[in-house]
């Protein structure tokens, strides 16, 4: 196999995993301890990716920052000896939870997980306490698989993921973390439902009128580096309706027998090093505006009955052939950030090599696909000729119904 393409392949499907090592070097910026190491060893600097506004780099470090420092706190304080960090990205919080004397498993994409283990492992002074997994968070059983040995309550740790879905990846993302409650015991914290909330009164409290052009500077680039557009699904408050809104991600979370406690920021955030950057009024005015900024803690509803569809385990497979310049490939099972790339690396070999006129996808045998497997199907219909001879068959009620929420219908079917 030849390893270099098969890391391009992970990244074409799923870019959002660049956005991670912008975090980490805004960490670095931050002086949070441990992150410039892993900046040196990733070899990456904030320049390369995209960060030069001296502005906008401050606004950010300032969300970053409290981020993580709160919510190590946070986790620490509920008591609970395992961390799972799902994303763990290139952060150090793995060095920060070991030597506090918990367990930390942390999960991120493969691409991920296989580039920052070594590097964390290096660093830490308790690596037997780690364990780092390439999961997708979409895909039930490559996080139940890797949780197997874990034993006692789980506190899951989320930072900056849950904006990056479609809204039937959210929506399989937490009924997959309500499965690990329900298995290990414990609670979910994550700052990302109000999310949008925390970086406009950041950068309003510290930049004054140019926060709204410098945050969406800063939009543009987690948009550009994701391939994401919109940053928001059922479980993300909205600032243009933070009732309403509030309200929907609440009842999604019901709906998957899941209840939410808001933990105040302010009450909770310890010093920042990045104070040193800004002047006492702008200090006394970011702490005042982070006391209407909240994280959450989810936790099982166990008043609630719960109704859940379990998601198919059949393993990905796929079947494909060229003949007369038609590319036919019947998919099975869930087309997802682990398995996309494979059919990627089938269809840009035989591309290749050969001359194709026409496509047909059997999705009969298809019972998901995330926007990952959307991006290749999009991929392979944006290289025909005539957009007329993709034809996808065999399309099931569920798949349907994210191939027209998340409009590809309109290309692809
Ligand atoms: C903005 S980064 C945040 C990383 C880290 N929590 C931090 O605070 O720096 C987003 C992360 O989500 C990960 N991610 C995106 N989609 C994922 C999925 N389906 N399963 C697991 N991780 C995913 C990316 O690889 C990336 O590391």
């Not at 919510?71 to 506090?100: A, F, S, W």
């Not at 979910?188 to 052009?213: H, Y």
Request: net charge negative; glycine share 6%; aromatic share 6%.
């Amino acid at each position: 196999m030849n390893m270099r393409k098969e890391i391009d392949y992970r990244a074409i499907v799923n870019p959002v995993y660049l956005t991670a090592k912008t975090a980490v070097c805004l960490m670095a910026n931050a002086g949070i301890s441990g992150a410039e190491e892993i900046v040196r060893k990733l070899n990456v600097n904030s320049v390369d990716l995209g960060m030069t506004d001296a502005e906008m780099m401050l606004g950010n470090e300032l969300v970053v920052e409290a981020k993580f420092r709160t919510m190590c706190r946070l986790i620490e304080e509920t008591g609970i000896q395992t961390n799972v960090d799902l994303p763990c990205g290139y952060t150090p919080k793995v060095l920060h939870m070991t030597e506090k004397g918990l367990r930390f498993v942390g999960m991120d994409l493969p691409i991920v997980a296989q580039e920052i283990a070594p590097i964390l492992l290096s660093l830490a002074s308790h690596p037997e306490r780690i364990q780092i997994h390439g999961v997708d968070a979409t895909n039930l059983e490559s996080l139940t698989a890797e949780l197997n040995s874990v034993d006692g309550p789980i506190c899951i740790s989320t930072e900056g993921m849950m904006m990056y879905f479609t809204e039937s990846e959210a929506s399989a993302v937490v009924s997959n973390i309500r499965h690990l409650l329900e298995q290990h015991g414990g609670c979910w914290i994550t700052p990302d439902p109000e999310f949008m909330l925390q970086f406009f009164l950041t950068f309003q409290s510290v930049l004054g009128e140019k926060a709204i052009r410098k945050l969406e500077e800063s939009r543009k680039a987690a948009t550009g580096q994701s391939d994401v557009i919109n940053l928001t699904n059922s479980f993300i408050v909205r600032p243009a309706d933070i009732e309403g809104s509030m309200e929907r991600s609440l009842a999604f979370l019901r709906q998957h027998n899941l209840k939410a406690e808001r933990i105040n920021l302010a009450e909770n955030m310890p010093e920042l090093s990045t104070y040193r950057k800004l002047t006492p009024e702008q200090v006394a005015a970011f702490k005042s505006a982070m006391g209407k900024c909240f994280y959450w803690k989810i936790t099982l509803d166990v008043d609630r009955k719960q109704k859940e569809s379990k998601q198919e385990t059949q393993p990905f497979g796929m079947d494909y052939t060229l003949k007369d310049k038609v590319f036919s490939v019947s998919l099975r099972g869930r087309v997802d950030t682990i398995t996309a790339p494979e059919l990627l690396r089938a269809w840009e070999t035989e591309k290749s090599d050969h001359e194709i006129t026409a496509i047909e996808v059997d999705c009969s045998g298809l019972p998901y696909i995330s926007s990952a497997g959307l991006r290749v199907l999009l991929m392979m219909y944006k290289s025909l000729e005539d957009k007329s001879r993709f034809k996808m068959t065999g399309v099931r009620e569920e798949v349907r119904e994210i191939l027209e929420t998340t409009g590809f219908d309109q290309l692809l079917l």
